[in-house]
Nanobody, 123 residues
Framework: QVQLVESGGGLVQAGESLRLSCAAS????????MGWFRQAPGHVREFVGG????????SYADDVKGRFTISRDTGQNMLFLQMSSLKPEDTAIYYC????????????????WGQGTQVTVSS
């Protein structure tokens, strides 16, 4: 089992930055893939980005590419999402997720999820 706890959400204005964190614990996370997803009211949960265990490969959704950066600290079992140039349409609950395998944008392929953290961007 893997336990995930997100933090760092909040209310910011458009154009500002925010950094989300996700603390992982449980079974060894070696060779795990970590991902960030988000879900806005009335919308399905969507892929934001993912990163391989050693950080060597990252993948981003088109609408966040160039604005968001994913990183991880394997020694501390931490995952981060640095969000810049935030837009009102980035408002959502952000979730971190974990799987063992390759990066995928399919949320159903991630068995482990955190409880989410709210990000609200005002215009």
């Amino acid at each position: 089992q893997v336990q995930l706890v997100e933090s760092g959400g909040g209310l910011v204005q458009a154009g500002e930055s925010l950094r989300l964190s996700c603390a992982a614990s449980g079974r060894t996370l070696a060779y795990s893939v970590m991902g960030w997803f988000r879900q806005a009211p009335g919308h399905v949960r969507e892929f934001v980005g993912g990163i391989t265990w050693n950080g060597g490969v990252t993948s981003y959704a088109d609408d966040v590419k160039g604005r968001f950066t994913i990183s991880r600290d394997t020694g501390q079992n931490m995952l981060f999402l640095q969000m810049s140039s935030l837009k009102p349409e980035d408002t959502a609950i952000y979730y971190c997720a974990c799987r063992f395998g390759s990066i995928t944008r399919k949320k159903d392929m991630y068995p482990y999820w955190g409880q989410g953290t709210q990000v609200t961007v005002s215009s």
